[in-house]
């Protein structure tokens, strides 16, 4: 197979939910030379994209994203040792976690293994998270910065109670926020300190929050 058939099937596989045969092509993209982060960012990801339109248009319905999503983990599975930096570059606590009322992880978890890749402590607090746990685990923890993630028009409305509690409790942690239909301008209209479009981005920002 070609590396570029490669790159398909490993897309393709995502989008059935085919996660038996994710790892070995994985592998065989690693050993191609291809870098853990693109093959998230270039493939896996946009096959995750995939999914969700195929959802919108009545093709898909939750059980087989469920599928897809168990692909996507299964490539993740194999990718997470290769994006560990040996050299830390970063220091700093994250209380990171999924709104209430919202399920989706997948995108929390990325930014969360980047993140750690990066050399933060991640404290993970999981999916549907009611705005009084960040801001108290921030507290206890003594947190530098608050990770929110929504992936529903519906709940990232949870952020704005987050940005509120913390500023009514007045602790230090900056507030960065991301997901789906979360926006730069959102971000700005609840006062939060800033937004990332991607894992990527929520490094960037991470590490600009903390040189702030
Ligand atoms: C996978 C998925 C699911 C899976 C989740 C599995 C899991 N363990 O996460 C399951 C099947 C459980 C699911 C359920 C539902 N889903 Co759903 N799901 C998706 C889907 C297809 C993909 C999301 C995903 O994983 N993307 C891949 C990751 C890598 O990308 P990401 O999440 O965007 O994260 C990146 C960035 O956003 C950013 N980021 C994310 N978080 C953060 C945080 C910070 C701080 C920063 C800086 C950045 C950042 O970085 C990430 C990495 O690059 C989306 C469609 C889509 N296009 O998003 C629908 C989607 C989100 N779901 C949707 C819906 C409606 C539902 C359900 C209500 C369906 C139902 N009828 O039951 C339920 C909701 C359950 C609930 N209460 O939450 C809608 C939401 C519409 C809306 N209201 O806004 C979407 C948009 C589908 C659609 N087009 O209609 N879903």
Redesign the pocket.
Known sequence: MSHDEKVSHLKTQIIRGRKESVPDIVNSLLKTGMEAYDIITEIC?PA??Q??IL??EGEYF?PE??M??KAFEAAMEVLRPFLKDTEKKAAGTVV?GVCE????????N??ATMLEAAGFNIIDLGKDVPAKDFVRVAKENDADLI???A?????MIGMKDVVDLSKEEGIRAKI??????VTEEYARKIGADG?????K??VD?AIRLMEA
């Open positions: 990801a995750m994209s999914v969700g959802y919108q939750v994203i469920l897809s999503a990171l009322g919202d399920i989706h992880t997948i995108g929390k990325l930014v990770g929110v993630s992936l529903m028009t519906t709940s960065m926020v991301g997901g789906g239909p937004y990332g479009k991607d894992a981005e929520a920002l």
